[in-house]
């Protein structure tokens, strides 16, 4: 090994699928990281499925098949990033560099064994070094992994992001640089809010609940990583040379200000599920919650309240993810049974919007103006969670849009924020 290329910087670059949509794309990004590479760079590549392949492999198996196991559905969908490795590797021999393509079984990824939504829990990176201290630039498929029985598994939607910083982790990389197509992490989703402002640096917390409460630019779970490893995330786009945002560790001093609401998100894919008139007896959400942890299914929002209809009976309302809705209401009948009382509704048309910013742990008041300004536009509250830097309140999913451009408007998130008292 050279002592040359040991001190080389090594560089984990990831492309989603906008990004490599088309053959064009594929080789515009070919040619960014050849001249990464050339700078004097090592190079690890993360890559997404080529635009919708994963959705149209998901509507692909539905054709055949109305509930698809999903040990099967994962080696589908990783077929997307199979693909894209291999071609993206071709079109950087095609331009005269070493590249070398990986899937989940070469890239020494373990995960769990929780198909569609597996954790990472252990990378051997032994050959993506080998790899690039060969000088190849090593072009690995995001989003999969292999179990403890070698079935391939992936990583949830977006999953790629997360490939990505767990590569950076396992091979010590110097940064890990997401490319995406928009230019960075903005106030709000740029395609709802125009007047939306990109943010030049975001705290680690501050990203991790945007992501988790909707903003998909991040996967969160890509962002527990880099937080947890002190990574820092370069945020930008594919298509230009903009200076994108920097995720980063909170400093004890702010070298920025802080604004007391940082971005608004909006999360669609939610639905609500109540159980009503539940006997008021101990164990009783235990259980309820037990039988979903079962199934892995993630439970959301809670909230608990007397019921209006008899003393001594409880309804529960929580959320979960539209695509578990079905599972989670098959899964509670049994339940019910057994806690013989109680019914279940629920609704498929809500949403969550959120404002999210490590000011206003010193701010008061803010959640306040969130309720006066979505009472202002008619948006009637559902369920409302509070956490130290963030607000959310479930609406109906229509409304959304409009919620969020409001509160973007209300907390003037399009022009320079005003910073938090005591920042
Ligand atoms: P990729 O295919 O590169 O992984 P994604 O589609 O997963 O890209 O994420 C990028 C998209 O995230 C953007 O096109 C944008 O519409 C959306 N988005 C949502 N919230 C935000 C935000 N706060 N800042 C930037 N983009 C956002
Ligand atoms: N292709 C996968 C998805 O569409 C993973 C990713 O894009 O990050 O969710
Ligand atoms: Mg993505």
Known sequence: MSGDREHRPLVVMKFGGSSVANPDRMKNVARRIIDKKREGNRCVVVVSAMGDTTDDLIDLSKKINADPPDREMDLLMSAGEQISSALLAMAIQAEGEKAAAFFAPQLGIRTDSVHTKARIVEIDGTRLQKEITNGNIAVCAGFQGLDASNDITTLGRGGSDTTAV??????????????????????????????????????????????????????????????????????????????????????????????????????????RITAIDLPDVPGVAAKLFGGLAESNINVDMIVQSSSEHEIGKNDIAFTVASTDLKRAVERLKPVLKDLSGGSIVFSDDVAKVSIVGVGMRSHAGVAAKMFKSLAAAGVNIEMISTSEIKVSCIISRSKADEAVRRLHAAFELGRQAPVAAGA
Request: net charge negative.
């Open 166 to 271: 767990a590569l950076a982790v396992a091979l010590k990389a110097d940064v890990c640089e997401v490319y995406t197509d928009v230019d960075g992490i903005y106030t709000a989703d740029p395609r709802v809010v125009p007047e939306a402002r990109k943010i030049e640096r975001i705290y680690f917390d501050e990203m991790l609940e945007l992501a988790s409460l909707g903003a998909k630019v991040m996967m969160n779970r890509s962002i527990e990583f880099a937080k947890k490893y002190n990574i820092p995330l370069h945020v930008r786009s594919s298509l230009n040379g903009n200076a994108g945002s920097w995720i980063i560790e909170e400093e004890e001093t702010p070298m920025m200000e802080r604004p007391i609401v940082r971005a608004v998100a909006a999360d669609k894919d939610q639905a």
